[in-house]
């Protein structure tokens, strides 16, 4: 067999630490603003999606912003009807009592219809932003759950947490408020500008005067609020990295009193965030304060030059009147601008973030014609595979080749960073080797679907994950509909039944956290347990026995030997007591195969496995005879 010398780990290599924003999408300027639009424009795609919804959200918003155009002039008409009446003007007092009625009415119509389609506006845009926020959320947990392993490896849980809630909530409030603003905006302008300026043109150019210093001040705005909102949801997944770690890794914290550390690094975290959230603010207020002075400043003249026009005749009270209450108009979207554009920046760095993760293809993915996997035999086979991660040149596997069958039990044993636990995790495919191949039956596994895949492949790590649910969810995990029977033999196999017995409450008794409330041996038990109910044609133990005492190891072994009798069984151990009875064992160093046989044989031979012998069980035996 060939075999070249390399470099390895024995894990996924970790790469130095970096700081959560390192872990971000690069963000050029020039790219940037096209990848924000671009996600602002599939935003309103999605929110067009809802053929019912949406077009009632914008109908009813122009409704709303037409009634409320019109309010001013109905306004302006029952002023210069009071003001005939009281001044006793040309028209009859009836006539003008009648006419100021039926503004009033106009009014006071123009203003609940306003209001009931504001209403209706603000109901069926939340709705789609709701709508939205839960598609979302369930898309991008789908995509999570067929992402690579290779690129878990490289980006933190925390930062994905930070896109599946923050950025989400970002998109919605977006869909909600901002989209339903920008059109009320439009219709309030351009309505405005076309109905009031058509009325009188140099009073119409005086209330809109400060709309184009407030469109290039929002202009600024969003540029530097794009800025901030970047950092500040990168600062937000440090911050949330950091809880996750501290949660998780809780005991060692209280063991090591480390709790004042972790304080200052959670405070400094979140005083970095702060001071960006802070800056955001000042960024956001400053610029809604100057926009109003300019806002101001044009009511001034409106009121100024107004005021010479009703004193030269040229206006009315009540015309004056229309176009004053139309300035109080404006003021509502003028000060929502703020609020509007920090949506935008928001929704668009968010948009970029969270469609990063939905647009990315799985590396390990079915092949187009990928067919289900058919186990005739179930023999595993090995040709001179090789693999690196990505990144590292250096194999950490190289040339491997091994075959195993049916009722047959293959070894793996070696140094720590030998490659054994990457041989695990090639044969369900959690990676793909990057030379040589893998078959089951003579089919190549990147040939055949994953599903089917990884239902004949049963994989037993050491670090074993349980969830805060009963012990008899979690060992019926891939089998949710499991007989309470097949549940218990599956236990009664891995030597964890009796111990079930014995709780308050048995197989409906709680896990804590990660199986916290449960020992490493017996977490590990469950782990086999959980495996052993899905009956696998391959089995894999990736030194899933290194927390179960030896006693306990060789129960659980002669309790399985009915259940893998038939099946091709693979026992990845640093501990030789677990795997001298295999039909084969292989040795790996450097991620190569350098000494394999049985376990008389490689004794008999004198090397790397002789001399682990004599480390781990020579001296035991020296002592017994």
């Known amino acids: 067999m060939n075999n070249t010398d390399t470099t390895v780990a024995e894990e996924p290599p970790k790469k130095p630490q970096k700081s959560g924003m390192e872990y971000q999408i690069p963000m050029l300027e020039g790219a940037d603003r096209k990848l924000g639009a671009r996600a602002l424009w599939r935003m309103a795609q ?145 309505g405005g500008s076309w109905m009031y300026m058509s009325a009188d043109l140099t009073m119409g150019l005086l209330c809109l005067s400060f709309v184009p210093f407030a469109v290039w001040r929002a202009s600024v705005y969003r540029l530097n609020l794009r800025r901030l909102w970047r950092e500040l949801q990168e600062r937000m997944s440090i911050l949330t990295r950091i809880m996750e770690e501290n949660l998780g890794g809780i005991r060692v914290v209280r063991s090591f009193m480390a709790q004042k550390f972790e304080m200052g690094k959670f405070e400094k975290a979140s005083q970095e965030a702060l001071d960006l959230a802070m800056e955001r603010v000042q960024v956001r207020y400053s610029n809604t304060s100057i926009t109003t002075f300019s806002y101001f400043i044009a009511m001034g003249l409106v009121l100024w030059v107004g005021g010479l026009k009703v004193i030269d005749g040229t206006l009315t009270v009540g015309e004056l009147t229309t176009f004053l209450a139309f300035m109080t108009i404006l003021q509502m979207p003028i000060r929502q601008i703020g609020m509007i554009i ?61 075959e195993v069958g049916p009722g047959q039990t293959l070894g793996v044993v070696g140094p720590p960073g030998s490659g054994k636990s990457t041989v695990a995790h090639l044969i369900p495919r959690f990676y793909d080797v990057t030379d040589g191949s893998i078959t ?32 008899g969810n979690n060992v019926a995990y891939g089998e949710p509909d499991a007989e309470p029977e097949i549940i218990r033999g ?80 693979i026992i990845i151990s640093h501990r030789l007591s677990s795997l001298m009875h295999a039909d084969e064992i292989v040795f790996l160093e450097g991620g190569r195969i350098v000494e394999r046989g049985t376990h008389d044989e490689l004794v008999q031979l004198g090397g790397r496995y002789r001399a682990l012998y004599d480390l781990q069980l020579g001296s035991a035996a020296v002592a017994a005879e």
């Open 46 to 190: 999605m929110a067009l999606q809802y053929k019912f919804r949406f077009p009632m959200a914008i109908i009813a918003v122009i409704a709303a912003g037409i009634f409320q155009l019109l309010i001013p002039r109905f306004l302006g008409e029952a002023v210069d009807h009071a003001t005939g009446l009281l001044g006793g003007g040309v028209a009859t007092e009836a006539e003008a009592k009648a006419a100021l009625i039926t503004a009033a009415a106009l009014l006071i119509s123009a203003s609940v219809l306003r209001g009931l389609f504001t209403m209706a506006h603000n109901y069926q845009g939340e709705a789609v932003g709701q709508c939205i926020g839960y598609r979302l959320k369930l898309a991008y947990f789908e995509k999570l759950q067929r992402l690579s392993f290779g690129y878990h490896d490289k980006i933190h849980s925390g930062d994905l947490m930070t896109r599946g809630m923050l950025d989400i909530d970002g998109i919605r409030r977006f869909v909600e408020h901002g989209i339903i603003r920008v059109i009320l905006f439009v219709v309030l302008v351009g």
């Open 342 to 402: 920090n949506g935008v920046a928001r929704a668009s760095v968010a948009g970029v973030r969270l469609f990063d993760i939905l647009d990315r293809e799985p590396e390990i993915k079915d092949a187009p014609d990928a067919k289900a996997l058919k186990i005739t035999k179930g023999v595993l086979k090995f040709e001179n595979v090789s693999f690196a991660y990505e990144g590292f040149k250096d194999a950490t596997v190289s040339d491997i080749s091994f």
């Open 440 to 471: 089951i039956d003579g089919q190549d596994i990147r040939e055949v679907t994953l599903d089917s895949l990884r239902d004949a492949v049963g994989v037993v790590q050491q670090d074993t994950f349980l969830f805060t649910t009963e012990i």
């Open 490 to 569: 599956a236990t009664d196999s891995a030597q964890l039944h009796n111990y079930i017995e014995t709780l308050p409450e048995g197989y409906d008794t709680l896990v804590g956290e990660r199986g916290v409330s449960l020992s490493g041996g017996q977490r590990q038990r469950l782990s086999i347990a959980r495996s052993v109910l899905l009956t696998p044609s391959i089995m894999v133990f990736d030194d899933s026995t290194a927390a179960i005492d030896a006693a306990t190891e060789q129960r659980i072994r002669a309790a399985l030997r009915d259940v893998t009798k038939e099946r091709a069984v």
